[in-house]
Nanobody, 120 residues
Framework: QVQLVESGGGLVQPGGSLRLSCAASGIIFSRYKMGWYRQAPGKQRELVAH??????????NYADSVKGRFTISRDNAKSTVYLQMNSLKPEDTAVYYC???????????WGQGTQVTVSS
């Protein structure tokens, strides 16, 4: 059974930082592309950042809105992906979801989401 469990969300003031974690089980973690997505109220879910599988040198890509502020990383030994979020803005407020994707196997899994609220 595949599980993706996010943690680290919460309430933070503008300009603050949070680090999200997503612990995976039931998959060969290192072979999966891992991503963070977010969904704000009334909006569609959008990509925040991806980090490729170890077979693709764990390359990263980011949404333009978070470049230079957010950093995605992974620890394959711990089957965990992280999202370090700095200089947070109110428009970063959303539910953040972890995703695991292995296109060749048509495998795609989602976590339950963690709420991030940026407000003074």
């Amino acid at each position: 059974q595949v599980q993706l469990v996010e943690s680290g969300g919460g309430l933070v003031q503008p300009g603050g930082s949070l680090r999200l974690s997503c612990a995976a089980s039931g998959i060969i973690f290192s072979r999966y592309k891992m991503g963070w997505y977010r969904q704000a109220p009334g909006k569609q879910r959008e990509l925040v950042a991806h980090i490729a599988a170890i077979t693709s040198s764990s390359s990263t890509n980011y949404a333009d809105s978070v470049k230079g502020r957010f950093t995605i990383s992974r620890d394959n030994a711990k089957s965990t992906v992280y999202l370090q979020m700095n200089s947070l803005k109110p428009e970063d407020t959303a539910v953040y979801y972890c995703n695991a994707n292995f296109a060749k196997l048509a495998s795609d899994f989602w976590g339950q989401g963690t709420q991030v609220t940026v407000s003074s």
